[in-house]
């Protein structure tokens, strides 16, 4: 609905559809509820107010025309909080990270999530995750989260990107002291005799009664053997 672009005849107008659509999304949204659309979050915080979370640089013209449908429909768009992202992936990264630095423990709010124990996260499956696809077909997939455990005894959950933006692409390619090596890491391991220190083995679906999260299944992995073997 937001992707038409504007030409010379005039400003950018939305069709009946636009608004019908619009209409039944921001309806049926529940108080506090976000909505994704492109590149833009809302999210509804009140009877007949969305307000923009966080959108990219380049989807500024996409959330004008979504304020004009809603100004149609008698809603207000609240745009004055709104998070701009960078539009290159790697700046974008680089503010989440950084803004990740400032998480604190939502328990005690005195722990920030960073000086926590990040090593030892365990990752684990917690429910599961609904969503509807471009079919329209509903599917449910394993709910993966990733637990600290705060200084003040309360557990924390983090969505595994969130972990990502916390504690680096290092950690988070290190499983219960597993971790992946390259073949040429491998050549230099027996070159230099440390090889028969390591266990190597690609990790499979599960070890040690434990399920591999899915960004390090089928991954050539080595772990220190001084590290007790489950
Ligand atoms: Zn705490």
């Known amino acids: 609905m937001v992707n038409e672009e504007d030409d010379f005849t005039g400003p950018w107008e939305p069709t009946e559809e636009d608004l019908e659509w619009t209409r039944g999304v921001v309806e049926s949204l529940e108080m506090n509820q976000d909505w994704m659309e492109g590149e833009m979050a809302f999210r509804r915080t009140g009877d007949t107010t969305l307000t923009l979370l966080t959108r990219t640089e380049r989807a500024e013209s996409a959330s004008r025309r979504v304020e004009v449908v809603l100004q149609m429909i008698g809603w207000h768009l609240d745009m004055t909080q709104a998070k701009i992202i960078p539009d290159d992936p790697q700046l974008a990264t680089e503010m ?90 491998i050549m230099e391991a027996v070159d230099k005799g440390y090889w028969e220190d390591l266990y190597a083995r690609p990790l499979g679906s599960s070890r040690g009664g434990k399920p591999v999260p899915l960004h390090m299944r089928g991954l050539m992995c080595v772990r220190r053997k001084e590290e007790e073997e489950e």
């Open 96 to 185: 989440m990270q950084k803004e990740a630095q400032s998480w604190m423990c939502p328990h005690c709010e005195k722990t920030p999530v960073v000086n926590m124990d990040l090593e030892n996260a365990q990752w684990e499956v917690l429910g599961n995750n609904q969503f509807v696809d471009e079919s329209g077909q509903e599917s449910v997939t394993d709910r993966w989260v990733v637990g600290l455990t705060c200084e003040c005894g309360e557990p924390i959950y983090l969505s595994p990107d969130d972990y990502y933006l916390i504690a680096g692409d290092e950690l988070f390619y290190t499983w219960e002291g597993w971790f992946p090596i390259q073949p040429e890491q």
